[in-house]
């Protein structure tokens, strides 16, 4: 089991910035990876970001290229989502996710095991 909990969440204004942070616990040694995805009112989930649990790899969504940064601090298992040029329009509850295992891709929600509860992210224009 891998318990994930989200944080950072808020209200910001668009061109600004926040951090999302996602702390996992339980059995971390057995994780793949782990991405960031996203769900606005109306909308199907969709793939944000993701990291290789232990190579450090990335991914990005091509929405958020060059704006957005994952990355993971080793000796607290915790991921981070630096989002900066924030857009009206990445508005979403985001979720932590983690991945047991390689399923062919990384950037689809059913390639995960584990999901967090979600952080609302909401950008003014």
């Known amino acids: 089991q891998v318990q994930l909990v989200e944080s950072g969440g808020g209200l910001v204004q668009a061109g600004g910035s926040l951090r999302l942070s996602c702390a996992a616990s339980?059995?971390?040694?057995?994780?793949?990876?782990m991405g960031w995805f996203r769900q606005a009112p109306g909308k199907e989930r969709e793939f944000v970001a993701a990291i290789l649990w232990r190579y450090l790899s990335t991914n990005y969504a091509d929405s958020v290229k060059g704006r957005f940064t994952i990355s993971r601090a080793n000796a607290i298992n915790t991921v981070y989502l630096q989002m900066n040029s924030l857009k009206a329009e990445d508005t979403a509850v985001y979720y932590c996710?983690?991945?047991?295992?390689?399923?062919?891709?990384?950037?689809?929600?059913?390639?995960?095991?584990?999901w967090g509860q979600g952080t609302q992210v909401t950008v003014s224009s």
């Open positions: 339980g059995c971390t040694a057995g994780i793949y990876a």
């Open positions: 996710a983690a991945a047991l295992s390689f399923q062919g891709t990384i950037t689809i929600a059913r390639a995960y095991d584990y």
